[in-house]
Structure formats: C-alpha cells, structure tokens
C-alpha cells in the first residue's frame, strides 16, 4: 500500500503541478512565471512530505488528499505574486518585487492565516485520524506562505519578466496612432470630395448662362425694350 500511494503521490503532484503550470501559462501570460509557479508548487508538495516525516505523519490516503489539496492551497499564495509583480510599471526587477509585496503580501498572509484558523481546532481532537488531516494541510499552508512570499519574489528579482504594463503601452500607443491616421484620413476624404464637386460644377456650367450673366446686367435692361443680348438662352 505504501509503494502504491507514494507512485500515487509523486504522479498526482505532478499532474497537479503541470496543470497548473498551463492555466499559468494563459492567465499570467508569460512563460517564466508559469515555469516559476510549477518549480514553486512541487517544493510546496516535497517540503510537506519532508514535515509529515518529521511530525510523525505516515503517508496514508487522508494524507494523500492532504497533499494535493496543499497544491490548491498555495496557488493562491504564489500566483497573486506572480500577477502582481508583471503588472508593475516598467522599472528595476528589485523595486517591482519589493512593490508586489508591498501590495498583495499583507493579504497573502491574512488569507494563509485566515485559512490555518479554519483548520487549527482540529488539533483539539484526540482521534488520530484527525491529525492526518490537519497536520499535512497545516504543512502545506506554511510551506505555501513560505514559498509565496520568500522564493517567488527572488525569482522574480533575479530571473522576473519586463513589465506587462510596457508591453500594453506600446500595443495602446499603436493603437492610438492607426486611430489618429483614420480619422485625419476620415477627415480629408470629405474636403477632397467637395472641392472635386465644385470644379466639376464649375467645369459644367452652361456657357449661355455665363454668357448672358457676364454681358446682361439689370441696370442696362428697361422694361420696353426687353433683354437685349447677345446671348440665346436655350
């Protein structure tokens, strides 16, 4: 039973860890982060195996659960790191990392402590079982918050990605010029056309009317004489 859930356990955490790494992948949009989050998810899960070894903790299938609920636990802790650190501005890798945990680490924390109270009655029970519960998902809190606000940041600081706030300025920049150039053009078509039509219409005018408007004028008409021209109007 033990090899059984230990090949159940390693290929779980890793399934688990890929998949995660996918989802990462499309919703932090850059790859690094993605990668950091998978390498962040299987030490979570192999430092809590190491703390169920010590803390006297066999591997049985409700530690098993526990194990791969961790991997759900901790993604919260890692990836709203990860988010908040690629919306920075476009900056040093230091002060972007020191910004993203001044923003989402006190709320990292609360939530991995919010979460470790829900669990922490357990431990008042004096059934075992209980204690195969608690103690893997206490594990993998711990080792999340750790992960989450100690190794992601120094990924990020060493290894991090430019900032995606750049990259949408520039997309927004071009966008705007493509908006500008259609609207000048926009803007220009209608003059064009206009002054088309009016040497069109000047081009088209009848010459018996500009005859007849050039030498005719009405001081030199009198009512019994008539229009006297010229000019035929046909």
Request: with cysteine; aromatic share 10%.
């Amino acid at each position: 039973l033990y090899i059984l859930l230990r090949e159940l356990v390693i290929r779980s955490v890793f399934l688990v860890a890929l998949c995660v790494m996918i989802v990462g992948g499309v919703m932090l949009i850059h790859p690094t982060l993605a990668g950091f989050m998978f390498v962040a998810l299987t030490l979570i899960c192999v430092d809590t195996m190491g703390g169920m070894y010590y803390w006297d903790v066999p591997l049985n299938p409700p530690s098993y659960m526990c194990i791969v609920i961790s991997v759900g636990l901790s993604v919260d802790y890692c990836s709203h790191i990860t988010y908040t650190f690629l919306l920075q501005p476009d900056g040093p890798r230091s002060i972007r990392a020191a910004e993203s945990l001044r923003e989402i680490g006190p709320s990292v924390i609360k939530g991995g402590f919010t979460t470790w109270l829900g669990l922490c009655m357990a431990f008042t029970v004096k059934l075992r079982m209980f204690h195969y519960f608690i103690k893997p998902l206490t594990l993998g809190v711990f080792f999340g918050l750790y992960h989450g606000i100690v190794l992601i940041p120094l990924a990020c600081y060493y290894f991090g990605p430019t900032s995606v706030a750049n990259m949408t300025k520039k997309t927004q920049g071009g966008a705007e010029d493509v908006v500008v150039a259609d609207a000048l053009a926009a803007e220009v078509e209608p003059e064009k056309e206009l002054n088309e039509e009016g040497e069109g219409n000047e081009n088209n005018e009848d010459p018996n009317l500009s005859c007849f408007s050039a030498r005719v004028s009405p001081d030199t008409l009198s009512p019994d004489e008539g229009a006297k021209s010229d000019c035929t109007i046909q």
